[in-house]
């Protein structure tokens, strides 16, 4: 699976936009870019997930580097709800049912 | 809307004893993945079923098998419980496709003692 690599951790102010970012420079060309975070004692929840163009959706925004070499999830105005593990996952839509492999996250804050 | 349904939440084992956890994933979801996330760690892929078939196979334990049944449930086995097993253990399904969300249920706590 290839790899992504994001900050340990970010922080925001309440009301804030928020750019979370993240590498993922030995991407295919059939890796999906999935975003997923995990609030405190939840299981992971599903942000927002793109291929090529940039995406949104009633969460946040995804914008994908032209080369897809990054990507960058955009919290338009971080709640105090937003407090949570953010990560970035590459699934390959070939071969296998594409699992989700996380690795290191980032642990976004936000100070109201 | 039904979610993903893990049962039991919280379990207490004592060492080399076995645990069965359950998973009951979204009506018409025909993909099921496990995940162990240890205290601080980030959730480790474990195992996945498609249309009750193996898929894929990730840091699952020998001690530990899987199976999804036909009514697309599915169950985590560990036997002789370590210390180290002590873990919150997810459940994750999605519909058909790459292209599709997981949908995680909210764990199951398991303390081996």
């Known amino acids: 699976d290839a790899k992504t690599t994001q900050p340990n951790s970010m922080e925001s102010n309440e009301e804030e936009p928020v750019h979370l970012p993240c590498n993922h420079s030995?991407?295919?060309?059939?890796?999906?870019i999935h975003w997923y975070r995990q609030l405190p004692s939840q299981g992971p929840e599903y942000v927002i997930h793109?291929?090529?163009s940039n995406v949104n959706n009633r969460m946040a925004s995804l914008a994908i580097a032209e080369d897809r070499k990054s990507s960058t999830l955009i919290l338009h105005r971080a709640t105090l709800r937003d407090a949570a593990v953010y990560y970035c996952i590459l699934r390959d839509v070939e071969g296998s049912q594409g699992n989700l492999i996380f690795g290191k996250g980032t642990k976004l804050s936000v100070k109201p | 809307a039904a979610g993903v349904i893990q049962s039991p939440r919280h379990l207490i084992k004592e060492k080399r004893e076995t645990a069965t956890l359950k998973c009951y994933p979204i009506p018409r979801h025909d993909t099921v993945y496990w995940y162990q996330q240890g205290p601080g760690q980030d959730p480790q892929f474990l195992i996945s079923?498609?249309?009750?078939?193996?898929?894929d196979k990730g840091s699952i334990p020998d001690r530990f098998s899987a199976q999804q049944f036909s009514d697309y449930h599915s169950e985590l086995n560990m036997s002789s419980l370590e210390l180290g097993d002590s873990a919150l253990y997810f459940c994750?399904?999605?519909?058909?496709?790459?292209?599709?969300?997981?949908?995680f249920g909210q764990g199951t706590r398991l303390t081996v003692v």
């Open positions: 793109g291929l090529t």
């Open positions: 079923f498609y249309e009750k078939m193996q898929s």
């Open positions: 994750a399904s999605s519909a058909d496709g790459i292209n599709t969300e997981a949908f």
């Open positions: 030995t991407i295919s060309g059939t890796d999906y």
